[in-house]
Nanobody
Framework: QVQLVESGGGSVQAGGSLRLSCAASGNTDSVRCMGWFRQEEGKERNAVAV??????YYSDSVQDRFTISQDSAKRLVYLQMDSLKPEDTGMYYC???????????????WGQGTQVAVSS
């Protein structure tokens, strides 16, 4: 099994930046995809950024504002969030999967989540 631990959430004003980190441990040899899902209050979780075999994918809502990166040797994945908007508020979950993890059906492991709050 893979364990994921996130850090870096918090509160920020609109236009500010935050950086999320996620450390993977356990049976990580089979992991090919890691990324971040966001869950807004009362809504389902959706992917905002994933990196799959070295290629990054972003949702339209965060394209050009968020950057995902990975240190494969240490199984660390980061999400640099710039130009934050109030609508970016939510719980952010680190995910890992053996194949495509853009859909929740491809996610094999979830982190506990870290809260991001953006005020206007």
């Amino acid at each position: 099994q893979v364990q994921l631990v996130e850090s870096g959430g918090g509160s920020v004003q609109a236009g500010g930046s935050l950086r999320l980190s996620c450390a993977a441990s356990g049976n990580t040899d089979s992991v090919r995809c890691m990324g971040w899902f966001r869950q807004e209050e009362g809504k389902e979780r959706n992917a905002v950024a994933v990196i799959n075999s070295g290629t990054a994918y972003y949702s339209d809502s965060v394209q050009d504002r968020f950057t995902i990166s990975q240190d494969s040797a240490k199984r660390l994945v980061y999400l640099q969030m710039d130009s934050l908007k109030p609508e970016d508020t939510g719980m952010y979950y680190c995910v890992a999967g053996r194949s495509d993890c853009w859909s929740s059906t491809g996610v094999d492991a979830w982190g506990q989540g870290t809260q991001v709050a953006v005020s206007s």
